[in-house]
């Protein structure tokens, strides 16, 4: 294990993506193995020291920025056991790096589909946030792929997780420890929003499998030592596209359309299109990475990524439903980009990718914070949350862009501030995106997680009774709270369950 002392060797570690200001640490602590994490956390439980857990810091909502206490980095965790191609499962440490462990399981003729926007965030990171990302819209979030779990507690004790072991009855759970100690659990009963994605809270339901507490438990019941991933094999084939739009109304029905008959392939009731991701970008979006990809027609107002599966029996059906679909609804597809090739569609993918990239260049530009929502909601309210964006930030006369994840109704609207006067009206036009997400029946936070930066959403989306079970839910497993103070629960609620 690697210990420091000497603040000056780890400011870094101080911060994560958020830029969130303010951290501090005693000592950072990078240990190597299961049993040094172990250590830490009894250590610090017995002296009742607050503990942040860390790993590539890639997160937007602050929740790997420390106040105080013992930091522990896992990044020296970063095994990978070979690939079971018969099972189609791997075990890896906690701090392996996404895009590395997508390549060795490419390379074994299979596929791990979560694809958050960072790739180079670490697969600890992605179970305790429960990421996602484009190609969620088919394959769901990390969530879905999550076998098996190790995890230490507080105290230093070990559960050892398996999905389908232990669900839960009547709202309870009983979880038995590696050291022998039997664990009750009161799993929340708050309904859980009517959308694809979504990471606000604890896992609730009426069979909660135990494993799922932890999944996006954002470091705060428990430290994920070791992971077991499910893989899908390879698909053959992709059939990708950018298409462009001179009206939006075009889009969205196309939108629309593709969703619906997604959906009934999946179903089995038809054969035909299946998107795997269906991406959004505003006229703003395209503006801003105009002179990256100046082959985008002046025309477009809007532009719609989207991908599919294809084998060499229905390669061609594909492309002509697609086709047909397109120009039904009035794409420019002389314009638009379209290919079959494993290298054209990644030139594709790092279109998607740019734009965030030069959101993040004007923002340090402008010396400010960009101010992002992450909010979903339900199907039928996503044509009036978009007419909602549109209207709130084409008025508010800050710069801005609308882009992402149309086929889950998740939009990513960042505000770009030029100054901080800007900044603040800014906060308070994203305080009311929430209050209309919420009232259509939404998600304060679809992919991005709570953290700290948004606590109090949290609070408003599920109110005093269900901020008091999330409490309560902790204290089971962290008795003294030294976990992730901070993150997704507010201290009020805190101290309330300490009693």
């Excluded at 929003?193 to 996006?216: C, E, Q």
Aim: aromatic share 8%.
């Amino acid at each position: 294990m690697l210990t420091k002392t000497d603040r000056e060797d780890f400011l870094s570690y101080l911060t994560d993506a958020s830029n969130m200001a303010g951290g501090s640490a005693d000592v950072l602590l990078m240990p190597e193995s299961t049993a040094e994490v172990s250590k830490i956390l009894r250590e610090a439980n017995e002296a009742g020291v607050p503990v942040t857990i860390g790993g590539a810091r890639t997160g937007t909502v602050g929740g790997a920025v420390p106040f105080g206490g013992r930091l522990v980095s896992m990044e020296l965790m970063a095994s990978m056991g070979p690939i079971d191609t018969d099972a189609r499962k791997a075990v890896v440490g906690p701090a392996v790096v996404l895009s590395d462990f997508q390549k060795a399981a490419e390379a074994a003729g299979l596929f791990y589909p979560p694809d958050p926007t960072e790739w180079s965030c670490q697969l600890g990171g992605t179970v305790a946030t429960n990421a996602s990302g484009a190609r969620s819209f088919k394959y769901g979030a990390t969530r879905e792929f999550v076998r098996r779990l190790e995890v230490v507690l507080a105290d230093g004790d070990v559960l050892d997780l398996e999905r389908g072991r232990c669900l839960s009855e009547d709202g309870h759970l009983e979880i038995t420890t590696r050291g022998g100690r039997i664990i009750g659990v009161k799993t929340p009963t708050y309904p859980r929003p009517s959308v694809r994605k979504n990471v606000a809270g604890y896992m609730s339901g009426d069979a909660v499998d135990a494993i799922d507490l932890f999944i996006g438990s954002e470091g705060t019941l428990g430290v994920v030592t070791e992971i077991e991933l499910a893989l899908i094999p390879k698909p053959a084939a992709f059939f990708s596209g950018i298409t462009f739009f001179d009206n939006e109304t075009a889009l969205l029905r196309t939108v629309e359309e593709a969703r619906r008959r997604s959906f009934e392939s999946r179903s089995g009731s038809v054969q035909g299109i299946d998107a795997t991701l269906l991406e959004y970008f505003d006229q703003n979006s395209l503006d801003f990475i105009k002179e990256k990809f100046p082959q985008i027609p002046d025309t477009a107002t809007c532009a719609l990524f989207f991908e599919q599966e294809t084998t060499d029996e229905n390669e061609d059906l594909l492309l002509s439903e697609w086709s047909t679909l397109l120009e039904e609804n009035g794409a420019d597809l002389s314009h638009s980009w379209f290919t079959t090739t494993e290298a054209d569609r990644e030139k594709m993918r790092s279109f998607r990718h740019a734009l965030p990239v030069a959101v993040n260049e004007r923002v340090v530009r402008n010396r400010q914070k960009k101010i992002g929502t992450d909010m979903a909601v339900p199907d039928e309210a996503f044509p009036a949350f978009l007419k909602f964006y549109r209207d709130l930030l084409g008025a508010s006369g800050i710069e801005y862009v609308i882009f992402g994840h149309i086929g889950d109704c998740h939009l990513h609207a960042n505000f770009l501030p030029k100054n901080e006067q800007e900044a603040a009206r800014s906060r308070e036009l994203y305080g009311r995106c929430i209050a209309q997400a919420i009232m259509l029946g939404g998600t304060v936070s679809a992919e991005h997680g709570i953290g700290k930066h948004k606590s109090k959403y949290l609070y408003v989306q599920y109110g005093e009774r269900y901020l008091n079970e999330m409490a309560e839910l902790k204290r089971t497993f962290d008795p003294k709270f030294i976990l992730g103070r901070g993150n997704m629960i507010g201290d009020r609620f805190i101290q309330s369950a300490r009693g």
